[in-house]
């Protein structure tokens, strides 16, 4: 039987890349790219040569081998596997780049910054600190061919080829035999004075004050050029001439060298070099250590380079939110590295992070998440989105805390183009239903009909033609003015989405009984919605033909593209109100500024009245005026700011949601459990009823001189809006009297608050009477007395 011997390299699980070598340090080994055959991960080996001759170079070729095998060092050139054979020696470490190659690299790109430098060199100087005073081993080889950098930045303290015992174990320093390696010994060992090293880590020092010159200067020609600190930074140049100085004796050890170089003002004391400090050592911290750290990375992580923070932060701010309690505090500095990352990088990294932090209970997480979605929504699929994203973020629709009920409503508007039918049209439009009819804070009820007019272009038709016209409808009725606007605006954003019909007998309708609001700026905004809509329906009536052109969006499927002007139309609401809204919030968590009040009914929760419910509704003389049975305790100081828009187009509406919020908001009970049904739309936003007639006595808009050539013995009807009230006079039943227009140009507001708390004390006197006459009705109870069956 015949045996044959196995090739050991060919068995060996690292193989070379065809690509040419790196280099490496000067002397026989050489620099190769590599891969491990199982995974693929990039490493880096060292090959030597063993060649016939050359015994000594061998020996010194195998005990850098052993050196390097039996270190191990954050700071030293990490060893992952090796293999000697007659023929060659490999030594296989992490992935680095030459010093030289890594520093000519990034000055050519022009990213090369002080901050990295000083960082590894204070690298280089830990390594050897650990070499002479940890193990009593001097390197003998500290130079720019001898330092290596991985792919995070970090630098690396290899060639340890000729390394030996501080001890005087095993002989002395061996020797080198290259003129490009000695030129870095010291002048006590190159003069052959005989001057005795008067200390084991001096003759390393002096190679450190040379690497660091050709760090700052390039290449050292010659010796003597040490002399000229060249471009070496001013905070540096002090501690360096110690380095290089002739007396070997005052060259400070590298423990002392970090310490001097540590101090306030010196080079290595900045933000980078504490930064990385603190992540070596992350692991033994305290949580509030790390809670104070991650809040304050974020700011610096501009001024750090991008290797580090992909690399060395990423695995710190991924391991701390997996295995430690650093929780919303990592979501910022994260989102910020991930920037720096590619779409299959991101997808492999942060995605599967993201998805665990929504299942999370922590508000603050949930908040944070949802007002960074913008950063990483674009690398979540569909099917994530709808099993494992949308079912923990509509939790949010239901939160108590509005800040969170606000920013889930926002967030509507990037998850909108990536859900399915059902989540919404359905699940969604539920949500939304209730927020605009049921929450207590106006600024929510005016962002969910803003965010409801961005995304109506992506609801299929069917859903357009039930929600639609109905939610903006319901806004119109809002008792906080903003609402009020933004169904308004809803309705000239999606005018593309409506047929002439809709247009003629739902919309216009609509819009002509807000052109006597209370508010001047809801009138001016209905106005201008009127002419528009009054304009497309004219240019239809003149030509018939157009409208195909007219209608074409309203039984269209839904499209990305159809939303575009939404979206910039109404861009006011919810780009401006967040902050402010939590502002208010938070400052005024329990008190309930003034809302407007609508010479309206009030609406339903549920679902709009019909007509005849509405007629019984108003002929019950017990429900007449509910607003004034409520305690609003500090309405009466509250003042709400209202901002005028005179463009409709464009976003200055903002501040309108944000300083005012309507936390008394209340309708009538009803029954929500009827949403859950198939029908539920049917039941949830139904058409408005129309519009009830004019009280008796109001005039007709054709009797009024609008600007005509003859004058009007009538006067004009809005002259009554700049003149103040009697308190306690009779409104003019042939006026608008009856809207108390005038209140909102004159009236004061302290006027306006008295009026109120004169009526609450009216009726609350009434009260006090009727519980009067109740109690004198039933008599004493007699004592003793038993109940009889």
């Not at 303290?157 to 501080?166: K, Q, R, V």
């Not at 003069?191 to 001096?202: L, M």
């Not at 464009?650 to 309507?662: R, Y």
Request: charged share 25%; hydrophobic share 35%; glycine share 8%.
């Amino acid at each position: 039987m015949w045996f044959f011997a196995r090739d050991p390299v060919r068995d060996f699980p690292f193989e070379l890349s065809p690509e040419l070598p790196e280099g490496g340090p000067p002397g026989p080994w050489v620099l190769h790219r590599g891969r491990k055959k199982a995974t693929g991960s990039p490493v880096s080996i060292f090959v030597y040569d063993v060649k016939p001759g050359v015994e000594e170079q061998t020996q010194v070729a195998k005990a850098a081998f052993k050196r390097l095998k039996t270190l191990r060092h954050p700071n030293i050139l990490a060893y992952i596997d090796g293999l000697e054979t007659d023929r060659c020696l490999h030594i296989v470490t992490e992935a680095v780049t030459p010093l030289g190659a890594y520093l000519k690299a990034r000055a050519e790109a022009g990213d090369l910054r002080e901050l990295e430098l000083s960082w590894g060199l204070h690298q280089i100087v830990k390594a050897l600190s650990f070499l002479v005073n940890d193990c009593s081993l001097i390197h003998n080889n500290v130079c720019m061919a001898a330092v290596f950098v991985d792919r995070a930045g970090e630098w690396k303290l290899g060639g340890l080829d000729y390394m030996y015992s501080a001890q005087g174990n095993g002989g002395g320093p061996p020797r080198k035999g290259i003129p490009e390696l000695e030129q870095y010994d010291p002048p006590e060992l190159a003069d052959g004075s005989g001057r005795a090293v008067r200390e084991k880590w001096s003759a390393d020092m002096w190679r450190l004050g040379c690497l660091i010159w050709e760090v700052f200067n390039g290449p050292l020609p010659r010796a003597a050029a040490l002399r000229n600190p060249g471009k070496i930074p001013k905070s540096l140049v002090p501690h360096y001439c110690e380095l290089v100085g002739a007396n070997p004796k005052v060259r400070p050890n590298p423990a002392h060298f970090l310490q001097n170089c540590r101090a306030p003002g010196g080079f290595m004391n900045n933000r980078f070099v504490e930064t990385n400090l603190f992540l070596e050592e992350i692991q033994i911290k305290e949580p509030a250590e790390k809670q104070k750290f991650f809040q304050e990375l974020s700011k610096s992580l501009d001024s750090f380079p991008e290797d580090f923070c992909r690399h060395k932060v990423l695995p710190q701010l991924l391991t701390a939110f997996e295995f430690g309690s650093a929780g919303a505090v990592v979501l910022t500095p994260l989102f910020k590295v991930g920037k720096f990352l590619g779409a299959v990088e991101y997808q492999r990294k942060i995605i599967p992070v993201v998805v665990k932090m929504f299942s999370s209970t922590d508000r603050a997480m949930r908040i944070r998440l949802l007002q960074q979605m913008e950063q990483f929504i674009q690398y979540l699929d569909e099917p994530t989105v709808n099993t494992q994203i949308f079912p923990h973020v509509v939790h949010g629709f239901l939160d108590t805390n509005p800040a969170i009920r606000e920013q889930t409503v926002k967030s509507m508007l990037l998850l909108a183009p990536k859900l399915n039918e059902t989540n919404l049209n359905v699940e969604l439009m539920k949500h939304f239903a209730r927020l605009q009819a049921k929450d207590e804070q106006g600024p929510i009820r005016c962002n969910t009909t803003v965010c409801l007019g961005k995304i109506g272009s992506f609801l299929s038709a069917g859903t357009r033609h039930r929600v639609l016209t109905s939610a903006f409808s319901r806004a119109t009725k809002d008792p906080f003015a903003p609402s009020r606007v933004a169904g308004v605006l809803g309705f000239a954003a999606t005018h593309n989405l409506y047929s002439m019909n809709d247009c003629a007998h739902k919309i216009l309708p609509v819009l002509c009984s807000l052109t006597v609001d209370p508010e001047r700026s809801v009138r001016d905004q209905a106005f201008k919605a009127i002419r528009s809509f009054l304009s497309k329906l004219e240019s239809v009536s003149e030509d018939p033909t157009q409208l195909a052109e007219a209608e074409k969006d309203v039984h269209a499927a839904s499209s990305p593209g159809m939303g575009g002007a939404a979206a910039s139309w109404a861009g006011w609401a919810v780009t401006g109100v967040s902050s402010l809204t939590s502002k208010l919030i938070r400052a005024h968590p329990t008190a309930a500024p003034a809302e407007t009040n609508v010479p309206q009914r009030p609406v339903p929760e549920g679902h709009w009245e019909t007509q005849e419910e509405s007629k019984d509704a108003e002929e019950d003389s017990t429900a007449a005026d509910r607003w004034d049975d409520e305690d609003w305790g500090s309405l009466e100081e509250a003042e709400s700011v209202l901002a005028q828009q005179d463009n409709w187009s464009t976003g200055g509406q903002a501040s309108w949601a944000g300083q005012t919020s309507n936390p008394g908001h209340k309708s009538q009970e009803s029954d929500w459990s009827s949403w859950e049904a198939e029908d539920a739309w049917e039941q949830g936003w139904q058409e408005p009823s129309p519009p009830e007639p004019p009280p008796e006595g109001t005039r007709l808009a054709s009797e009024y001189n609008w600007g005509g050539p003859q004058p009007s013995d009538k006067g004009d009807p809005f002259a009554a809006l700049s003149v103040r009230r009697e308190a306690g006079a009779q409104p003019r039943r042939d006026s608008w009297g009856d809207d108390n227009w005038e209140g909102l140009e004159a009236e004061s507001r302290q006027a306006k608050a008295e009026l109120a708390r004169k009526k609450r004390e009216e009726r609350r006197r009434e009260m006090e009477a009727k519980r009067a006459e109740k109690k004198t009705a039933k008599g004493p109870m007699k004592l003793g007395t038993r109940k009889l069956d």
